[in-house]
């Protein structure tokens, strides 16, 4: 989509060993940009995607191993990255369930993985990219972090969060070549999703595709996921100097969601 306008930038990725994380860091290295993976495991797979993405697009990946439900592990992540010029705010997990039922230490999961961690990796970042004299805040919030569900309390709690953060680092950082922004995306076929799959058959004695078509996708007019891809252009268009004035707001890839 882009030339590789990000050669010799530095972006930080959380939770990119899988779905939409992998997805933004394929195109930012197509677009240019050097890597850090990251995800809480540190297994041989997650050091030969590295490699593998740094073999494909010829630019510089490591993997580091951080628990983004901890704040010292947060931060450790930038500080061992040395550099972070973009910073992707993805690392996220989900739990479904009414809130008298709702596991407290869930609630607690949620809110330190999906939206805290935001906080403590941009804290670290900013000074970072302040040396720097350029920088790039791109959160993955959801269109969750726009309208709410039923059952996803945290989740819905944790992504407005998100969204409030992206605001006011955009704020603190408005007269600055800094930005901040959230992307909202609608749903993406990803292992998070795909894993709400057997539930929902079982719950609705439903097939695959019904689940599919009316169950997810309902709110989700365009009756398509959204892809790993395109979440991940739109961050890479986040970074172009096309979008320097755009910063603190929200960017929906829902299809049409948050228009209902
Ligand atoms: P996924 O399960 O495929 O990926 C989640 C990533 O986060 C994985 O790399 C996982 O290893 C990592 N992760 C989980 N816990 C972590 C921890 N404690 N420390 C570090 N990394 C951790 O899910 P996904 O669908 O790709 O979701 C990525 C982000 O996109 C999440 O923030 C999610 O809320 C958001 N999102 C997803 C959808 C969708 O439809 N898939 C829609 C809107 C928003």
Known sequence: MFEKFLAGKTAVVTGSNSGIGLGVAHQLAKAGADLVLNSFTDRDEDHALAAELAETHGVSVRYIKADMSKGDECRALIEQ???????????????????????????DAIIAINMSSAFHTTAAALPMMRKAGWGRVVNIASAHGLTASPFK?????????????????????????????????????????????????????????????????????SKEFATVDEIGDTAVFLCSDAAAQITGTTISVDGGWTAL
């Open 81 to 107: 990255a040395g550099r972070c010029d973009i910073l992707v705010n993805n690392a996220g997990i989900q739990h479904v369930a009414p809130i008298p039922d709702f596991p407290a230490e869930k609630w």
């Open 153 to 221: 309390s945290a989740y819905v709690a944790a992504k407005h969060g998100v969204v409030g953060l992206t605001k006011v680092t955009a704020l603190e950082t408005a007269e600055e070549k800094i930005t901040s922004n959230a992307i909202c995306p609608g749903y993406v076929l990803t292992p998070l999703v795909e894993a709400q799959i057997p539930d929902t058959m079982k719950e609705y004695n439903l097939s695959r595709d019904e689940v599919v078509r009316d169950v997810l996708l309902k709110r989700q007019p």
